[in-house]
């Protein structure tokens, strides 16, 4: 079944141009190319290419993945983003004056997901700037696991794993280090990163009708960012089910060298639509996953929606196997906005012990214990107070359902959680 999609916009065919003012009009650092509709490029503000002394990274892509990848444009990570419109790559002489704007002595790397026109359209470019005088590699980043290396000939498909690579980059760039050496350590990140991804529903593209192709109670193993088919569709599972399927297609796929006792940095990726309630339960139960079933060190943990697919439900797991280098550029200080604040860093015990009040005494533990032998009243009471918890209990969905009409719709779960904790306490 089909229906119109809902979307708090204007006209369809502006959505990149606008949410491109958008984006510099909130963080102070950003600009963009006065090229528009045809030129769609963030930079820094503080960047001119004349004079700029260090090694410029530039990534980009189709639109509709944000923050991916113009939320990342900062000191410390990208230097420029090129916007393609929606899931279209962007154009030639858009890449190209990218480079011309922020590109200096020291040369440019583009960061390229491994999709066929992104790969024709940036590597044209490439050249053509090249035959200028500019210097600049190319590294290609394709990290999907989802696939087995025999289906298509595009080969793996660039995913949330990108970002990673962007994030090393640009820390190698803002060391001042050579052209070579970012292309290098970038080339070196790429190769070390899975990607893989589960949806609920496909997105819904501006101007367009909503599609569940899914169908009630489905999923999607493995679909691209852009709706593409994946591995396979299955029933829904509970997210430990799917956690664990998506772990070991990553870890056991040949894609990625990643053995027991390696050090690791895990993301979880919103695809667009998914709580960040549900996107943390999915990190919590990945981290001891990947410890224990593993045997891998999970240095660092990034959950948040960083390349997204418009709306679309679902997330992806991103991992990396880390060195100390690589770890200090994924440390190292960043001034892009979308980048995760308080990531860096040894993590403490997740769990510390809850405090007891220091005059408790064992006086105080008998006054609230059942006594032995109840009194006639006593056992009235009890009973009175079973029957009480049971009715609160049985009333939990219509309760619900009283509430849902002028409230938040929980008053019958919430009174059902106390009536089963003094059930509990009866029972002590």
């Known amino acids: 079944?089909?229906?119109?999609?809902?979307?708090?916009?204007?006209?369809?065919?502006?959505?990149?141009?606008?949410?491109?003012?958008?984006?510099?009009?909130?963080?102070?650092?950003?600009?963009?190319?006065?090229?528009?509709?045809?030129?769609?490029?963030?930079l820094r503000a503080d960047v001119s290419g004349a004079t700029y002394d260090k090694v410029a990274v530039i990534s980009g892509g189709g639109s509709g993945h944000e923050p991916a990848q113009?939320?990342?444009?900062?000191?410390?990570?990208?230097?420029?983003?090129?916007?393609?419109?929606?899931?279209?790559?962007?154009?030639?002489?858009?890449?190209?004056?990218?480079?011309?704007?922020?590109?200096?002595?020291?040369?440019?790397?583009?960061?390229?997901?491994n999709y066929t026109g992104d790969r024709l359209n940036f590597g044209l470019a490439a050249e053509q700037a090249r035959s200028e005088g500019y210097k600049i590699e190319t590294v290609i980043v394709g990290d999907d696991c989802a696939l087995p290396k025999s289906q298509g000939i595009a080969g793996r498909r660039?995913?949330?794993?990108?970002?990673?690579?962007?994030?090393?980059?640009?820390?190698?760039?803002?060391?001042?280090?050579?052209?070579?050496?970012?292309?290098?350590?970038?080339?070196r990140a790429s190769e070390v990163v899975g990607t893989m991804g589960v949806a609920l529903s496909v997105c819904t593209l501006p101007g367009q009708v909503t599609s569940?192709?899914?169908?009630?109670?489905?999923?999607?193993?493995?679909?691209?960012?852009?709706?593409?088919?994946?591995?396979?569709?299955?029933?829904?599972?509970?997210?430990?089910?799917v956690v664990t399927h998506v772990l070991k297609q990553i870890l056991e796929s040949n894609y990625v060298p990643i053995t027991r006792g390696n050090r690791v940095v895990l993301m979880?990726?919103?695809?667009?639509?998914?709580?960040?309630?549900?996107?943390?339960?999915?990190?919590?139960?990945?981290?001891?996953?990947?410890?224990?079933?593993?045997?891998?060190?999970?240095?660092?943990v990034y959950t948040g929606s960083f390349m997204t697919s418009l709306d679309m439900?679902?997330?992806?797991?991103?991992?990396?196997?880390?060195?100390?280098?690589?770890?200090?550029?994924?440390?190292?200080?960043?001034?892009?906005?979308?980048?995760?604040?308080?990531?860096?860093g040894n993590r403490p015990p997740a769990k510390t012990p809850v405090p007891l009040p220091s005059s408790r005494s064992m006086k105080s533990d008998e006054l609230l214990s059942r006594p032995l032998?109840?009194?006639?009243?006593?056992?009235?009471?009890?009973?009175?107070?079973?029957?009480?918890?049971?009715?609160?209990?049985?009333?939990?969905?219509?309760l619900n359902d009283w509430d849902s009409t002028i409230g938040d719709g929980d008053c019958g779960s919430a009174?059902?959680?106390?009536?089963?904790?003094i059930l509990d306490d009866m029972k002590k």
């Open 1 to 42: 079944m089909a229906f119109q999609g809902k979307k708090l916009i204007n006209n369809p065919n502006d959505v990149v141009t606008e949410f491109i003012e958008g984006l510099v009009e909130t963080y102070q650092g950003l600009q963009y190319l006065d090229g528009f509709p045809e030129v769609k490029v963030v």
């Open 70 to 113: 113009a939320g990342y444009v900062g000191e410390g990570l990208l230097t420029a983003s090129i916007c393609g419109d929606i899931f279209a790559s962007p154009t030639v002489d858009s890449i190209l004056a990218g480079i011309r704007a922020v590109t200096g002595p020291m040369g440019c790397l583009l960061v390229v997901t």
């Open 158 to 187: 660039g995913l949330a794993g990108t970002i990673l690579v962007n994030k090393v980059a640009g820390a190698v760039a803002a060391a001042g280090l050579s052209l070579a050496d970012v292309a290098s350590e970038a080339k």
């Open 212 to 241: 569940d192709r899914l169908g009630p109670g489905k999923m999607e193993l493995g679909l691209g960012i852009h709706g593409e088919p994946g591995a396979a569709v299955a029933d829904l599972q509970p997210v430990d089910v």
């Open 268 to 300: 979880i990726n919103g695809l667009g639509a998914t709580p960040v309630m549900e996107l943390m339960i999915a990190a919590g139960k990945t981290v001891p996953k990947l410890q224990l079933e593993f045997g891998l060190l999970v240095e660092r």
């Open 313 to 344: 439900k679902g997330f992806s797991i991103s991992i990396m196997k880390v060195d100390q280098t690589l770890l200090q550029h994924l440390d190292a200080s960043t001034k892009a906005p979308h980048w995760p604040v308080g990531s860096a």
């Open 373 to 398: 032998q109840l009194t006639e009243q006593g056992h009235i009471l009890e009973v009175a107070i079973e029957a009480a918890a049971n009715a609160i209990i049985n009333m939990r969905d219509i």
């Open 415 to 421: 009174m059902y959680k106390g009536a089963t904790a």
